[in-house]
């Protein structure tokens, strides 16, 4: 493999040597000043622009949904070293960290390692996998420094985005490659995280483009086991390291015209530990695996600005990645195709339109414990989306709009979504919305035979768990309603709160079959079915309140709170106790972020964060805990930043998640760690 790696990594060398002499003097350009990341104020930030609402650019502070940005200067100063840990500063998103290199990711309930509620895109390009309908967030490797905001949307966001956005959308951003010329090195170590190093260098192309090379490698330690009845404490065998290459250019084409093409590779190898089956107790035993991955990805997309004020755009990507996970060799290739068009409509209508199409192919060979029928998928994926946003009066808008999808597993889909906005004062905003999402079956679901392991129950008797998968299985659906209220006070206070109410049908769950007996030589084995079906429903409610507060010039508090309430009901004729886990997610997540500039030059930043229990841990419970991080931050000259970060620092073990798929948790330590930040 590293031969082939080599061969496919010459062209990115070759670039990353030659760009540089493109351009006189390119080599040797200075970067911006770097600035106080404190001056942007309160109504800066509730002004920003947003694009994954509606697909098309708005305020944030006039959207009529539960709408959150992580800026460039949030992800300056977290200390992260990847996407999972931004997003621990948005409500109403759990995160929680599985082992070294897992992590369960969703918004407003159904957490898992493979949570398939949430729709996760890359400039645009969705990144779930349809194996599994979720996102395997060690493979996002884009370099933090690159990334110019998040834009994370709660609730559903299916009209525009289509399948599986059913409660958010998170919307990673990465910046124009016009405004990174030059070179940037970022150097991180500590006890966790024992490197994470970036290379970027950037330039301009001619007169009309411009570009960015980049390299990041990152390598991180393993954690313990927590101990209980399905494994001892000891060495979690996660360990695991990343090293990848990336390049994004923009060229102004016209006056009117742009392009952007943009491509990535990356590589990683590691193990992580997992038990051989998913039933509780001491049948369960814990036992190291490989975990590996390599992928690539290029994207392209040509916007046009209309003469009338609109804009309309093309944009294709094509990504194939290879991955063992829990022993199982899988490989996607995802070919996807989509056009956008936004006009204005006489004086009060704004129309955004658009068609899509995606092609999927899936290989997964057979494993000891896990077959598919067949082994190669062929899924395609057609879909287009209308929506209008009205101005009824003066500060008064209402959107209507839906998706319309058909998919290979389930057929057509509709998607709508109707959403008022009022806007009484410059500083304030109540919304109200209504939408229905879908989220489609995927290849496991549809096509599976999982061998769950076997359970003595008597003398020479044992127990043989099968679970299959179902051709006839329905999508999930959930109708929900929202509202929010925004207002700023002053230029020092500003509060956003949301609420929701979501109904959820024809949920996934797990029912069994009639057993049969199957004589063995050493006995009797009892093969016990299970088969998906579409069997639960669910009601959640709750709502966040987010805060910023500039307690001084030099201060800001930004506290929030998360509420969220899952009541499951089964249909009269199930019988799962296993799949459908509505506890998976905390009912209550405090957080408070505090910033503090010292002085012109040394900034203080401190997180401190409480989880209530989770209640669906299979063999590990999962307690209550707090959090403390605080960071320390030193600027030496206009260029550079040195920076320790210290994490966990109320408890010296902490378990965050436990989940019945297989992957066993390992618990967070406290950990310090340095680093440094240089513009050249």
């Known amino acids: 493999m590293t031969a082939n790696r080599a061969k496919r990594a010459l062209p990115y060398v070759l670039c990353a040597l030659i760009a540089p002499m493109m351009q006189p003097g390119a080599a040797f350009a200075q970067s911006p000043t770097l600035k106080d990341l404190t001056e942007a104020s309160l109504e800066d930030l509730m002004n920003i622009q947003v694009t994954s609402v509606s697909k098309k650019e708005q305020s944030l502070s006039k959207t009529a949904a539960a709408a959150f940005v992580i800026t460039k200067e949030d ?48 400039d645009g390009r969705s990144i779930y996998s349809a194996q599994f309908s979720g996102v395997y967030w060690d493979q996002i490797d884009v370099p933090l420094e690159e990334i ?74 393993g954690s313990s086991l927590p101990g209980g009845s399905a494994s001892p404490s ?3 065998g996660d360990g695991w390291h990343q090293w990848g290459i990336g390049f994004r250019s923009d060229w102004r084409l016209s006056d009117r015209d742009a392009l952007v093409v943009e491509g990535d590779d990356f590589d990683q190898a590691g193990s992580q530990s997992r038990t051989n089956s998913l039933l509780p107790g001491p049948v369960a035993q814990t036992f190291p695996q490989e975990l590996d991955g390599e992928g690539r990805s290029v994207l392209a997309r040509w916007t046009r600005q209309q003469s009338s004020g609109g804009d309309e755009s093309l944009q294709a990507y094509f990504s194939d990645f290879h991955r063992i996970e829990l022993g199982v060799p899988l490989r996607e290739r ?33 494993a000891d414990w896990i077959h598919f029928t067949p082994e190669r998928s062929h899924d395609n994926l057609i879909s287009g989306f209308l929506q209008d946003e009205i101005q009824l009066s003066e500060g008064v808008s209402l959107t209507l709009g839906s998706k319309f999808e058909h998919n ?27 939408s229905q999402a879908v989220r489609q079956p995927n290849v496991e679901e549809m096509s599976a035979a999982i061998n769950e392991g076997s359970m003595p129950i008597a003398p020479d008797v044992s127990a043989q768990v099968m679970i299959y998968g179902n051709p006839k299985l329905h999508t999930e659906s959930v109708r929900d309603f929202e509202g929010g209220y925004r207002h ?47 069997n639960a429903g669910a009601r959640d409610f709750g709502g966040e309140i987010a805060v910023n507060w500039d307690a001084a010039t030099w201060w800001r508090i930004s506290p929030s709170y998360s509420l969220l309430r899952v009541n499951a009901s089964m249909n009269r004729n199930s019988s799962d106790t296993f799949a459908f886990a509505p506890a998976d997610s905390p009912e209550h997540v405090y957080r408070a972020r505090s910033r503090m500039d010292i002085s012109r030059r040394t900034s203080f930043d401190q997180t401190l964060s409480w989880t209530s229990r989770l209640g669906s841990g299979i063999s590990w419970p999962v307690p209550a805990h707090w959090r403390l991080d605080l960071r320390l931050a030193r600027r030496i000259g206009e260029a550079a930043e040195i920076s320790v970060l210290a994490q966990n620092l109320l408890a010296p073990r902490v378990l965050e998640f436990s989940d019945g798929y297989g992957i066993a948790p390992t618990v967070n330590t406290r950990s310090i760690s340095g680093q440094l930040n240089w513009r050249f």
């Open 488 to 534: 700023a006070i002053g230029g020092a206070f500003s509060v956003d709160i949301a609420t929701f109410l979501s109904f959820y049908r024809r949920l996934t769950t797990l029912e069994a079959g009639p057993p049969t007996f199957v004589p063995r030589a050493d006995g009797i084995s009892i093969a016990l079915p299970q088969t998906y079906q579409n």
């Open 408 to 434: 290979s597993y389930t057929g057509f889909d509709l998607e709508p979504s109707v959403r008022l906005a009022w806007t009484p004062t410059s500083r304030s905003t109540l919304w109200a919305a209504a």
């Open 334 to 366: 995802v070919f996807d195709i989509e056009y956008q068009n936004n006009w204005r409509l006489a004086e009060r209508h704004d129309v955004v339109w658009g068609v899509e199409f995606r092609r999927d192919d899936s290989h997964l060979n057979p």
């Open 148 to 221: 110019e905001r998040i834009e994370v949307i709660r609730g559903p966001g299916g009209t525009v985005w289509g399948v599986n956005a059913v409660n958010g959308v998170i919307n990673i951003i990465t910046k124009s490659s016009q405004g990174t010329h030059g070179g940037a090195v970022t150097l991180n170590g500590g006890s966790q995280t024992h490197a994470v190093e970036s290379v970027q260098y950037g330039g301009a192309i001619g007169g009309r483009g411009d570009y960015r090379l980049s390299g990041r490698f990152m390598d991180v330690a």
């Open 75 to 122: 992800i300056a100063r977290s200390g992260a070293t990847c996407i999972p840990e931004l997003l621990r500063m948005v409500p109403g998103v759990e995160v929680a960290r599985v082992n070294a290199s897992s992590w369960a990711v969703s918004i407003r309930g159904f957490n898992s390692v493979y949570s398939n509620k949430v729709l996760v895109l890359i």
């Open 234 to 236: 000891g060495p979690g």
